[in-house]
């Protein structure tokens, strides 16, 4: 599909700029053409007035219907691009009306396309002052104070043209729609470097989560339907595979492009011409789905890592506990042993001293060992000194 300005060649140097009109155009251009040749308007009054004001936008050039324009050029469009110029034409021509309407009231004074009809600029004055106006104005200033993030970085340019502005400062070749895309919803042409595809691993990277979405739809869509090898930023975009990332026209416009990509196809149509293996068109999901899914997701990540953090935490005090009750264990394991040798040993004194004749010392009280290592105190208040009150003496 080329775009429009690819659809028109030129034709002959000396005619103003036109669009010849083929016998696919429109029925309401072969009311012109009929107007043009005979000078005959429709019975209908209202399409009569239209016919009378399309007719004087065009011109019979040996015999070919050209449509005349501004700057006094002729285009004649190439054969097999007929219908697909018009639908670009009359797509761009109702973008250039609702801007004009724009810049009028921006700039509060009748402009010059509209100084010599000030009835028409009562009318749009009249409109801008209205309740139902001023609800739609209020309506849409609410959407946009709930957008996340700058829409984009163009300014007032168009996607071609922050293309054109970023190569020249950068002294570089203009990058594909893809990346351009991608770029513009980056930062500004002075400050925006060459688009990566690890950009795309943080949506932050990017002016709001719904340009990141379009972008990764975009390149998954192409995996799964071209290859894994399909690289975006390589070669002209593909109208239809992002008629299939964008779930169709929302809002009158495919998801990329900001309205400058035109896809000749419907979303029903492309569905029709898929086999029924191919993967599902999903339908394209809404910022604020996005937002919140955004928020689902960094609600169950920091979910996720205060539970991470709480199981280190207990098996950190398990791994404490553990440790504590095998120094324990330990220490009165080696107080059961120095007990027994303590015996072993006092026996041992018994003994010699019983052979000798004298009347052995008595045993000393042992202490049993604690888990803290202490002696248990004795019934005697003052602090064991190692050393026991004397027993009853042996007989």
Not at 17 to 31: D, I, K, M, N
């Amino acid at each position: 599909m080329a775009f429009a300005d690819e659809v028109c060649a030129p034709a002959v140097e000396e005619v103003p700029l036109v669009l010849v009109v083929e016998p696919q155009a429109p029925t309401w251009a072969g009311h012109v053409v009929h107007f043009v040749q005979t000078g005959e308007l429709p019975d209908d009054p209202d399409e009569s007035e239209r016919v009378a004001r399309r007719a004087s936008m065009y011109q019979f050039v040996y015999d070919t219907l050209y449509r005349r324009m501004p700057n006094s050029t002729f285009y004649r469009c190439e054969k097999g691009y007929e219908e697909a110029a018009i639908e670009v034409i009359d797509y761009v021509c109702k973008r250039l009306l609702k801007n004009l309407r724009h810049e009028a009231r921006v700039q509060a004074v009748p402009p010059r396309w509209c100084a010599d009809q000030i009835d028409c600029w009562e009318v749009l004055v009249d409109d801008w002052c209205s309740h139902e106006w001023l609800a739609l104005h209020n309506e849409a200033k609410d959407k946009r104070a709930q957008m996340e993030g700058v829409p984009h970085h163009q300014g007032s340019s168009n996607l071609y043209q922050f293309g054109r502005n970023w190569a020249r400062h950068n002294k570089a070749e203009v990058p594909e729609v893809y990346d351009l895309y991608a770029k513009a919803h980056t930062a500004s042409y002075k400050k925006v470097k060459a688009f990566s595809a690890s950009d795309l691993d943080d949506p932050k990277n990017f002016t709001n989560i719904s340009t990141h979405n379009k972008l990764v739809r975009y390149r998954d869509e192409g995996k799964a339907r071209k290859g894994e090898d399909f690289n975006p930023s390589q070669g002209p975009i593909d109208p239809e595979l992002v008629m299939v990332a964008g779930g169709g026209r929302s809002h009158g416009s495919i998801a990329i492009g900001d309205g400058l990509i035109c896809c000749p196809l419907t979303l029903p149509e492309i569905k029709a011409r898929q086999s029924s293996s191919a993967p599902e068109i999903r339908p394209r999901q809404r910022p604020v789905e996005l937002i919140v899914k955004a928020a689902i997701h960094s609600e169950r990540d920091r979910t996720k890592k205060l539970l991470a953090e709480a199981a280190e935490k207990q098996w950190e005090l398990e791994e404490r506990t553990e440790l504590e009750e095998r120094t324990t264990k330990m220490l009165e394991e080696e107080r059961a042993r120095n007990d027994m040798q303590n015996r072993e040993m006092y026996e041992l004194l018994v003994t010699v001293c019983e052979k000798a004749g004298q009347t052995p010392p008595p045993m000393p009280e042992i202490t049993p060992g604690t888990t803290h290592n202490s002696r248990q105190a004795s019934d005697d208040p003052s602090p064991a000194t190692g050393t026991s009150h004397p027993g009853p003496s042996p007989s």
